[in-house]
């Protein structure tokens, strides 16, 4: 079981910047793949972003590529997500979520963590 804690929402205005994090334990963070998604009101969920076990390989939606960043620091267990030039439509609960690294299915998810951007 791993269990994962988000932390960094918030109010923001457009053109603002956020860092999210996300706390992993209960197992070996290093053996999972990591990744950020969000819920917009009304929306499915949507993949944001994604970092292999090693943070050698990273993925990321059309809309948010060269805003966002993730990273991991495998010694602390945790990942992030920097967010830069927010606008409205980025506005979402954000949920970091881990799967086995190879796996196909996002298996653990955090509770989630609001961004609202005020334009």
């Known amino acids: 079981q791993v269990q994962l804690v988000e932390s960094g929402g918030g109010l923001v205005q457009a053109g603002g910047s956020l860092r999210l994090s996300c706390a992993a334990s209960?197992?070996?963070?290093?053996?999972?793949?990591m990744g950020w998604f969000r819920q917009a009101p009304g929306k499915e969920r949507e993949f944001v972003a994604a970092?292999?076990?090693?943070?050698?390989?990273?993925y990321y939606a059309e809309s948010v590529k060269g805003r966002f960043t993730i990273s991991r620091d495998n010694a602390k267990n945790t990942v992030y997500l920097q967010m830069n030039s927010l606008n409205a439509e980025d506005t979402a609960v954000y949920y970091c979520?881990?799967?086995?690294?190879?796996?196909?299915?996002?298996?653990?998810w955090g509770q989630g963590t609001q961004v609202t951007v005020s334009s």
């Open positions: 979520a881990a799967k086995y690294s190879g796996s196909i299915n996002w298996r653990y």
């Open positions: 209960g197992r070996t963070f290093s053996n999972y793949d």
């Open positions: 970092i292999s076990w090693s943070g050698g390989s990273t």
